[in-house]
């Protein structure tokens, strides 16, 4: 059932996902919201995640973009998805320690077998991080058989 706009996207399993998984010790433990078409997360990357000091690595950035995106989806429509593509177009320097907030929006539904997620990332105000990607639709968690 979709997520009901405002409210937080809860998953019926994560598979101790790396992003979202509330059980993975490892992991980032994200928190969505739906809002409209889209999803929004409000996070803070440890020091532990950084590229150059005070930088946030940009392997965790395009992580935190294909989390927000995968979500969107999710949210509106309880389809698991996986990760066709996704390009990302760093725009700052993404800071460590700081809030950040990212959002995800379903750009286009007419495919019949991928959504395209528009990503970005803010900080301070100021757009850091955006993407784009293609996410394929499940009827089952990626996990199952």
């Not at 996902?17 to 803070?44: D, I, K, W």
């Not at 850091?128 to 639709?137: C, E, H, N, Q, Y």
Request: glycine share 12%; with cysteine; charged share 20%.
């Amino acid at each position: 059932m979709p997520t009901p706009d405002g409210a937080e996207v809860r998953f019926t399993e994560d598979g101790g996902c790396f992003g979202c998984s509330q059980t993975n010790p490892s992991g980032l433990r994200m928190r969505f919201r739906r809002r409209g078409e889209g999803v929004h997360a409000a996070y803070t990357v440890a020091d532990q995640f950084h590229g150059a000091p005070g930088v946030v690595h940009g392997g965790i950035v395009a992580t935190l973009l294909d989390e927000v995106s995968c979500v969107a989806i999710f949210a509106l429509s309880d389809h698991w998805v996986v990760t066709g593509e996704i390009t990302v177009r760093y725009e700052r320097a993404c800071p460590v320690d700081a809030a950040l907030e990212m959002s995800a929006r379903v750009a286009d539904r007419s495919h019949p077998r991928y959504w395209v997620v528009e990503g970005a990332i803010h900080a301070g105000g100021e757009r850091v991080a955006r993407s784009t990607g293609k996410f394929f639709l499940r009827d089952h968690s990626p996990i199952a058989p």
